[in-house]
């Protein structure tokens, strides 16, 4: 079955600073690359997602890369501010319908 | 526009006890649901989806069972707890035909003592 590799598991970053977070997947039939924002005791917030006939995909301060030869990913936040801080989350799955498979998730501190 | 509801919020229920999760959505028909369990500090772990009702996909062995009674609502059950399974239990639709995403319900934060 699919496999989401995440890394790092922790990243502190000054404000105004860019995060970057990577993502591997292992399944080539994934084709749907979302990522959430879980801030502490919430639910996990869809932020960003990406499909396979895309390459990137922006939206103000963030963005997401796909590689589908190499099977990563990754979530770019630029200009980062305090409120940015919280656990982001990749997943991957085969489109819709179908299940999400996480990675064990990032968690981003940004210091002001 | 789309709702999802899940309940109780909280929950401490002693080892050996039974359990039973709601979810349910609103504004949208025909939904495809499932359930995730977070462990303190952990990723997100698929437990069940269901793409239909009666129609219930499992992807982890354990002692926890998920049904889907009506089209818009699921349950999460199990007969007798294990203190591993304490966590926060969240519930998420997406719709076919609109589109890949999936949104989380609130969540239930259940643990076990």
């Known amino acids: 079955g699919e496999n989401v590799e995440q890394h790092p598991s922790t990243l502190s970053v000054q404000e105004g600073d860019s995060a970057v977070i990577k993502c591997t997947y292992s399944d080539s039939a994934s084709n749907y690359f979302p990522w959430y924002k879980q801030e502490l005791g919430k639910r996990p917030q869809l932020i960003i997602d990406i499909r396979s006939n895309v390459g990137e995909k922006k939206d103000q301060r963030i963005a997401v890369t796909l590689n589908k030869t190499a099977k990563h990913f990754s979530l770019h936040i630029t200009e980062t501010q305090p409120e940015d801080s919280a656990v982001y989350f990749c997943?991957?799955?085969?489109?819709?319908?179908?299940?999400?498979?996480f990675g064990k998730g990032t968690t981003l501190s940004v210091s002001s | 526009s789309q709702t999802i509801h899940q309940w109780p919020a909280t929950l401490v229920q002693p080892v050996g006890s039974p359990l039973s999760l709601e979810c349910t959505v609103e504004?949208?028909?025909?939904?495809?649901l499932y359930w995730y369990r977070q462990a303190a500090g952990r990723g997100l772990q698929l437990l069940f989806y269901s793409v239909g009702i009666g129609q219930i996909s499992s992807e982890v062995p354990q002692n926890l069972s998920a049904s889907r009674p009506q089209d818009r609502q699921f349950i999460l059950s199990s007969k007798k707890l294990l203190l591993s399974d304490s966590g926060f239990y969240l519930c998420?639709?997406?719709?076919?035909?609109?589109?890949?995403?999936?949104?989380f319900g609130p969540g239930t934060r259940l643990t076990v003592t």
């Open positions: 998420a639709w997406s719709v076919l035909g609109q589109g890949y995403e999936q949104y």
């Open positions: 997943a991957a799955s085969k489109g819709a319908g179908t299940a999400l498979i």
């Open positions: 504004g949208t028909s025909n939904p495809n």
